[in-house]
């Protein structure tokens, strides 16, 4: 079955196909560094990790992005550039550090998160304070477009000049014209109470760039549109992020991104909804804003964590609560269970149509579990598939021989999942033991060392850079270096 994917664009399920066949680029907002990521936020992280494992499991290479939104910007403002206080100086202020290394901190502890969460690497996180040339690029080539204008020494964009505006989020500039007024304080440099800043200025701001429009910082909204179009292209497939950045975050990029042209920058939209906690808002006031550090301190383990954000569909207002993450803990061990069950199995001789039902059942409940996730990540049809199963394997295998067949196709199907992998932060067991065409490397071990000699080369330690390459191509891996990155394949 095809893939087909919710396109918030469109409003409908659509069939999923690349641009270049084969080939996926995909663009994931990341997260903003002045506080932890809490887990509504690995949430949506997760649907992007989710999908990456689907489309790699369908035979697809993906090429995936994650910006590192370290400029600090507001989250939760209603309106395209809503006038606040800005949260990574806010928080400076409090601990007395300077942003940048408040920055670093709250990246560094993303990762690690992220690690614990088995979230697969994205190819790059590039960080905004890192790109703010790029966005300069983009500002002055809205200026020249005549999309955008400075005014009080700041750059708005112009959405007049762009009809289309509000196309992802459906919302029409009558209608938000009304939903906002009386809310925002209107800024008498503006030409449209709507119009979005590209460039701020602001003397107090700590982080601040020199600009052809003055001394100042760029906006939130600018940094998705010239990083994507940096990382993957003008045009692109797939576009992720939470359901809050709908509006105004990715309909401002889309009139960035489309430059006057008639072009809307990726082609599939998806958003993973706010999850509830405990039936409720996260918020603040009510205490119920998790982290992961909360969770594991409250005794769970990160793949449970992961499991139980995983199995709400990414498009519900699914539920966090503890006896989620206690019914995840005792599918994980349920499922750790029937494979150490199926290895256990009496190594004797295998009658051959005991072989030949459990490789067909295999092979069957692997379409259902594909079928589901091409149905728009419908992962709860997958896990029905995954756990009937279990159950059928535990009656028709009898030996070690159909017991391996059995944990092959768990293991498989944990290479989308991630959640059995015996160490919590650990790779997937079954990433762990797959070696890579003839050589004697897992895939993680040739990253790595694809690493290593990325490193050499950028600081021009070209011997051993080269050593390394002759290293992998004895063992017939190919390395092929293009703009987008170093890219490694096994011959043959
Ligand atoms: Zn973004």
Redesign the pocket.
């Known amino acids: 079955m095809p893939l087909q994917l919710y396109n918030t664009l469109t409003r409908k399920k659509e069939l999923f196909e690349p641009l270049e066949p084969g080939r996926v680029r995909m663009y994931n907002?990341?997260p903003t560094v002045y506080s932890f990521a809490h887990i509504g936020n690995f949430a949506s992280f997760l649907l992007a990790d989710l999908l990456r494992r689907h489309l790699e499991y369908s035979g697809l290479e993906v090429l995936q992005i994650m910006?590192i939104?370290d400029v600090g910007h507001l989250t939760q403002d209603n309106v395209a550039d809503a006038q606040g206080e800005d949260k990574l100086e806010k928080k400076a202020r409090e601990e007395k550090k300077d942003p940048w290394e408040i920055a670093r901190f709250y990246e560094d502890a993303f990762h690690a998160d992220r690690k614990l969460l088995n979230i697969r690497d994205a190819h790059r996180y590039p960080r905004a304070t890192e790109h703010v040339p790029e966005m300069i690029t983009m500002i002055e080539e809205l200026l020249a477009a005549g999309l955008a204008y400075e005014a009080g020494g700041q750059v708005y964009f112009e959405i007049a000049k762009f009809p289309r505006y509000g196309i992802l989020s459906g919302n029409s500039t009558e209608e938000l014209m009304a939903g906002e007024s009386g809310r925002v304080e209107s800024d008498p440099s503006k030409r449209h109470p709507l119009d979005f800043t590209l460039w701020k200025r602001d003397p107090k701001h700590l982080m601040q760039w020199d600009s052809p429009f003055g001394r100042g910082f760029p906006g939130?909204?600018i940094?998705?549109s010239a990083l994507s179009r940096k990382s993957l292209g003008e045009v692109f497939d797939i576009h992720t992020?939470g359901e809050d950045?709908i509006f105004p975050?990715?309909d401002c990029?889309i009139a960035q991104s489309s430059g006057g042209k008639d072009q809307i920058c990726a082609r599939h939209w998806l958003h993973r909804r706010y999850i509830l906690i405990d039936g409720k808002k996260m918020s603040k006031s009510l205490g119920n804003i998790y982290t992961v550090g909360d969770l594991v301190q409250k005794g769970y383990t990160p793949r449970e964590i992961r499991f139980n954000l995983l199995i709400g569909h990414y498009r519900a207002n699914s539920n966090f609560t503890f006896q989620g993450l206690d019914s995840a803990r005792e599918t994980i061990r349920y499922l750790r269970e029937f494979r150490r069950n199926m290895l256990e199995l009496p190594a004797r001789v295998t009658p051959a149509e005991e072989i030949q039902t459990v490789a067909s059942l295999s092979q069957e409940r692997d379409r259902g579990f594909r079928a589901g996730l091409d149905d728009d990540l419908n992962i709860s049809a997958s896990l029905a598939e995954l756990h009937a199963f279990v159950s059928e394997a535990y009656k028709l295998a009898t030996t070690e021989e159909s017991g391996r067949l059995a944990v092959a196709r768990l293991d498989a199907w944990d290479q989308v999942l991630g959640v059995l992998g015996e160490r919590d932060g650990s790779p997937d067991a079954s990433e762990t033991t797959a070696r890579v065409g003839k050589s004697n490397w897992t895939a993680a071990e040739v990253d790595r060392l694809v690493g290593e000699r990325n490193e050499a080369r950028a600081r021009k330690d070209f011997k051993e850079s080269d050593r390394i390459r002759d290293v992998l191509k004895a063992a017939g891996i190919v390395i092929k270096d293009s703009p987008q990155g170093t890219r490694w394949h096994a011959e043959g």
């Open positions: 907002c990341g910006n939104t939130w909204h940094e998705c992020g950045n975050h990715h990029e």
